[in-house]
């Protein structure tokens, strides 16, 4: 199967999931990068030539994999004194 029915075909189902398309790229570049590194033996260097982008990029995106998502300040509940 080539590469651009299998993308069709799952591109169909995330769309039937309703998942956004922000969240698809996102866990899309999430998943390309960790699959980069896990084949380069975590050598950020050699990740980022494979990928074509500098080492600090990628040093700086995976940090924010590892990063639990900030909660928006509204949505804090504050502590009674």
Request: net charge positive; no cysteine; glycine share 4%.
């Given at each position: 199967?080539?590469?651009r029915?299998?993308m069709?075909?799952?591109?169909e ?7 956004m398309l922000?969240e ?10 960790q699959?980069?590194?896990?084949r ?16 600090n990029t ?24």
């Amino acid at each position: 199967m080539q590469i651009r029915t299998r993308m069709e075909t799952l591109i169909e189902e995330m769309l039937d999931g309703q998942i956004m398309l922000g969240e698809a790229i996102s866990e899309f570049e999430k998943l390309y990068i960790q699959k980069a590194l896990k084949r380069h033996a975590r050598h950020f260097s050699k990740t980022a030539d494979a990928l074509g982008i500098h080492r600090n990029t990628l040093a700086k995106r995976v940090a924010g994999y590892q990063t639990p998502p900030k909660t928006p300040k509204r949505l804090l509940v504050r502590r009674a004194k």
